[in-house]
DNA sequence: CGGGGGATGTCAGGTACTGACATCACAATA
DNA sequence: TATTGTGATGTCAGTACCTGACATCCCCCG
């Protein structure tokens, strides 16, 4: 794993996340995770604009797939359903990566500058979703309140889902967390 | 102004907001801050955790005001008005303040690396409440939610206080937003 | 076979941040 | 008054993050 080999930026988010898992995140260099990458530090900082991003590039790609998913659903689907449904194909597509997840999730959650990065990722993809709703017509505070909800079901989904002790498909927690925010919603 | 002069976590504070305020966050050295402050880059590290944190540091005062606010409130009084209560003295004591919120404001939405540390503030903060509340009694999820609605209702208020054209009080516009709100939720 | 361009490396440097130790002002107390 | 202790500050050295400038390498296209 070397120079010119192929996918760079893969070798080193996946390089990232093992040393982060092992060492912590504070104690690992980013000269360590190019090199174990086979690549130098100078190119980690053109993957990446800084030492959180790379546990956080998936958090693009997963934005730009929700914004397409939710752009393109058709035009009788209710707002929520727009974004559960995407937020169902993302669960799918994430489905494989549980253990890469769940590296993911303890190096955050022991990391108070990783979890400043996970927030405003999250905000930004819920001023993204809105975005996309209102260009589907949704009006505010609807399309707003919708993306937040969204959001807010991910986030329960995908605790679950990394859960030790959860066997359940992402998707089915998805779908359950929505159920249970209706439920919640509809109390008085 | 210098060395063993009073209030040197005051003074750093106030130079860094200044120069913020000028030439930008990224742009402003640490070594400038503590020189106008008559100190030493080493001695802004022993007060604050990094180059972000002289902004927040008030921040942390709110927060413990707004809890002992919360805590010591009659307990015939629900969990929403006291939260909202709270928030009224905070403005209150923020009022003479009023140029000082604006600078810190456009220094925080000028730059990404302060809003990170804004969210996580504020959902710090939200926590706080949260569990203060639970303190006297109020289960969840209503503990959580009255303390996400106050955040939300701070959020609104102070955005409206520090706008240049607007001229009312911040406990007034605290207590506008609330209604605000309960109208919100009140329809359909 | 000879560019040309994109990816990577090398190097130098600035700035954030930290640990270890020295120094200073002041206060308590002998 | 002299001493000594204590907390705040300074000094210094060092590590790691991050960037700009330029060199080098591989591969594709003509």
Redesign the interface.
């Known amino acids: 794993m070397s120079r010119w080999e192929p996918n760079a930026k893969g070798r080193l988010e996946r390089a990232a996340l093992e040393l982060y898992a092992n060492g912590g995140f504070e104690q690992t260099t980013v000269a360590e995770i190019a090199k174990r990458a086979g690549l130098t530090e100078r190119t980690f900082f053109r993957y990446f604009g800084d030492k959180r991003e790379v546990l956080f590039a998936g958090a693009d790609r997963l934005q730009t797939l929700l914004v397409d998913e939710v752009t393109g659903a058709p035009s009788s689907v209710t707002p929520i359903g727009a974004v559960t449904a995407a937020l169902e194909v993302a669960a799918r597509l994430l489905q494989d990566n549980r253990e890469f997840a769940q590296q993911r999730r303890n190096a955050i959650s022991t990391n108070?500058e990783l979890?400043?990065?996970e927030?405003?990722k999250l905000?930004t993809l819920a001023l993204a979703m809105a975005a996309a709703l209102r260009a589907r017509g949704v009006k505010e505070?609807t399309a707003s309140l919708t993306a937040e909800a969204g959001i807010a079901i991910f986030k329960v989904a995908f605790e679950r889902w990394t859960d030790e002790s959860n066997e359940q498909e992402f998707a089915t927690l998805i779908r359950d967390s929505l159920g249970e925010l209706r439920v919640?919603t509809a109390d008085q």
Request: proline letters at 11%.
């Open positions: 108070n979890q400043e990065r927030l405003i905000a505070p919640l």
